[in-house]
């Protein structure tokens, strides 16, 4: 199938691919931006805090332009991957990591950026590297010739580097609240795997055929957020999508899940407390709708108009 790519065969040549209509520089941003505004509080009987609009965006700038957005004050640039689509963005919202040409795994907080690993497979957009829940550590796929490759976890000043396991499912890796597993999908777009870090064992999703994007999984690693393609879907060259068609599919079961969220839907994300946040597309800016974990609507907010063509990463609180 043409649209598969297996990750021995991306060259240099497909690496930067901008993210769509990607617009204006931060100063422009700040002024343009909407304050999110909260429609419903968290249910009686709960600890969840309503959201207040913190989140993480990225878009291409000459390299791929990661910022914080704070209502009333604006975006604040947390760092920029230069020449590279492998980066991710710490759910704490306040470091970058990526993958530097040269294989180097860095780390930036809005200052000098500094290496703490290396060996990490440089040139395919796809691998990208994983914060942990807490913000505290890194994965990321080590080099290797086989279809699955090993995952490497540092922490994030550089130390503890060890080896968690072999997946198949190395791209756009996402990381479990609980922190026992990792989700990503394949590099010829065939299915979608889960490492569990506790057994080092790694399991093909039930559900999933075909995807080119993992955004998140629930706090226990039993559902996962994806793009899932159809076989005449084309499935791009890796690089971290501006808006994708979310899917939820239950990985033990194989089964779908519902969204129960009307309109053009362009994202979803877990919440550590297993709340799940839906982006839905608008004219002027688009709108995250927050359910509780059985579906229930607790409260609606308004990106800020700026954010409207770059992609969602974190929603910090």
């Known amino acids: 199938m043409k649209h598969r790519l297996p990750l021995a065969t991306v060259s240099a040549a497909v690496l930067l691919a901008p993210l769509a209509a990607s617009a204006s520089a931060d100063a422009a941003s700040a002024a343009t931006a909407v304050p999110a505004t909260a429609h419903a509080t968290a249910p009686a009987g709960t600890s969840a805090r309503p959201l207040t609009g913190v989140a993480v965006y990225a878009r291409y700038d000459r390299g791929y332009a990661v910022t914080r957005y704070t209502p009333a004050k604006g975006f604040t640039r947390l760092g920029v991957a230069p020449d590279t689509a492998q980066f991710s963005a710490s759910p704490d919202g306040e470091k970058v990591a990526w993958v530097t040409a040269g294989g180097q795994v860095q780390v930036a907080a809005g200052a000098k950026p500094t290496t703490i690993a290396k060996g990490a497979p440089a040139g395919i957009p796809c691998l990208t590297p994983v914060w942990s829940p807490d913000s505290t550590k890194i994965a990321f796929p080590s080099r290797g010739t086989a279809d699955a490759l090993p995952v490497v976890i540092v922490n994030a000043r550089g130390t503890g580097k060890r080896v968690a396991g072999s997946t198949t499912g190395t791209c756009h890796l996402a990381w479990s609240a609980n922190g026992r597993y990792l989700a990503g999908y394949a590099g010829t777009t065939e299915g979608v795997f889960r490492l569990d870090l506790t057994t080092g064992r790694s399991v093909k999703v039930k559900g999933v055929k075909l995807s080119n994007h993992v955004q998140s999984l629930s706090p226990d ?7 899932t393609l159809s076989p005449r879907e084309p499935g791009g060259d890796g690089a971290w999508p501006t808006w994708y068609r979310p899917t939820i599919i239950d990985t033990a079961t194989g089964a779908q899940v519902p969204i129960p969220v009307s309109g053009r839907l362009v994202g979803a994300l877990y919440l550590p407390d297993g709340r799940l946040v ?22 609606r907010l308004a990106e800020p108009a700026a954010a409207r063509t770059q992609a969602l990463l974190h929603v910090v609180r």
């Open 221 to 227: 690693g039993r559902r996962v957020v994806v793009r």
């Open 278 to 299: 839906v982006r839905v597309a608008g004219a002027t800016h688009n709108t995250l709708v927050v359910l509780s974990a059985s579906g229930k609507r607790l409260q």
